[in-house]
């Protein structure tokens, strides 16, 4: 659903990127609350994770395929404040590396797909774990849901602001049944990546899980061979640990880390390539409806990597699988750098030179 430069007009597109810069300073403030020692490592990866899955498109309908949006799963991962910078992150590295998303429409893109997926996806996964049972299942269930609601409601937004500043006269009914219809389909898929990646993730450390805080003390693992509760997500005692094994949640999420990015560098440098090569949902209904008609050559377009290729690589193969893991790379640098910041003044809000009061 990345749109290009051309779609929607320069003052819509100038008033959304108001609203996008006005969400992200919010966000980094929020994020300040939801990074902790658990979320502020794991940040960078996901949306290193996010940027990988994005690569591999899924077909939906003859001739038309999905990728993962992944607002829904990055709120439920680290937190909606951070979600948001995740996302953000990702559509950053790709319009201005890979010249996927115009800059012009930048603000456009992180409204629809950072912020209202991410919105949108945590109300509703909050509203579910709420009513539903407390068990990782129900977070399982919670998190396809908010999914895949996300979707179609993320084209919902693109529609509205096509609208309000689309470039050609199409009939906004056409618009929204196509992007709807399409994206329901779409967010099949997203959903089940996100409830997969989302269960696969509290299986083995709901401590890390920041949408299942609260819920852990109810949640189950298998311990050699028997169900136990799962350790629960509060800070340390204050009494030294015994001599017996530490657990789960106060080993080192190290592993965690390092299986995730190696995870997302096959994914983008080797599975991506076995994507499916149709247009995605906007860039087809674009095309079917005259929406594109008014589209831009992207800014970035000379950029050795655009199209997901690194320039002067003739072999299709090594040239996609290069510019993905340099994607990945680019985006967990790029993530954990802006996270260390937020958490560094996390850290110095906290500390005690900042609590004094005057009276």
């Known amino acids: 659903m990345h749109v290009p430069d051309g779609f929607i007009n320069a003052p819509t597109s100038a008033v959304t990127g108001v609203v996008a810069a006005g969400a992200i300073a919010v966000s980094l403030r929020g994020a300040r609350r939801e990074l902790d020692e658990r979320t502020a490592p794991l940040a960078g990866l996901?949306?290193?994770?996010?940027?990988?899955?994005q690569m591999l498109n899924f077909p939906v309908a003859a001739g038309t395929s999905g990728h993962l949006l992944g607002g829904a799963l990055a709120a439920i991962l680290v937190g909606p404040y951070t979600g948001v910078l995740c996302v953000s992150v990702v559509l950053l590295m790709q319009g201005i590396?890979?010249?996927d998303g115009g800059l012009t429409a930048?603000?456009?893109n992180i409204t629809d797909m950072a912020i209202v997926t991410t919105v949108v996806a945590y109300a509703l996964f909050r509203g579910l774990v709420k009513v539903l049972p407390r068990s990782r299942r129900s977070v399982t269930v919670a998190s396809f849901v908010a999914a895949l609601v996300s979707v179609p409601a993320a084209a919902l937004a693109f529609t509205?602001?096509?609208w309000i500043g689309g470039t050609t006269d199409v009939s906004i009914g056409k618009v929204a049944t196509a992007m709807i219809g399409v994206h329901l389909l779409i967010g099949i898929g997203e959903a089940a990546i996100t409830a997969l990646t989302v269960g696969a993730v509290i299986a083995v450390r709901p401590d890390l899980v920041y949408g299942a805080r609260g819920l852990q003390q109810r949640l189950k693992l298998?311990?050699?061979?028997?169900?136990?509760?799962?350790p629960g997500a509060g800070p340390a005692p204050a009494a030294p640990a015994p001599a017996a094994p530490a657990p789960v949640a106060a080993r080192s999420h190290r592993?965690?880390?390092?299986?995730?990015l190696v995870a997302s560098l096959v994914l983008a440098g080797f599975v991506s390539f076995y994507a499916s090569a149709d247009p995605d949902g906007l860039e087809k209904v674009a095309s079917d409806k005259g929406i594109d008609e008014k589209a831009e050559e992207h800014a970035a377009a000379d950029s050795p990597l655009a199209d997901y290729g690194v320039k002067d690589i003739t072999d299709a193969r090594v040239s996609g699988g290069l510019a993905g893991v340099i994607g990945v790379g680019a985006t967990v640098l790029a993530g954990s750098a802006v996270f260390w910041?937020?958490?560094?003044?996390?850290?110095?809000?906290?500390s005690p030179a900042n609590t004094e009061t005057t009276v």
């Open 46 to 53: 996901v949306a290193a994770f996010i940027f990988a899955v």
């Open 97 to 99: 590396l890979f010249a």
């Open 106 to 108: 930048l603000g456009v």
């Open 160 to 162: 509205l602001l096509y």
């Open 222 to 230: 298998r311990v050699n061979g028997e169900l136990v509760d799962a």
């Open 255 to 260: 592993k965690v880390w390092i299986t995730g």
């Open 341 to 350: 910041v937020v958490r560094r003044r996390r850290s110095d809000d906290a």
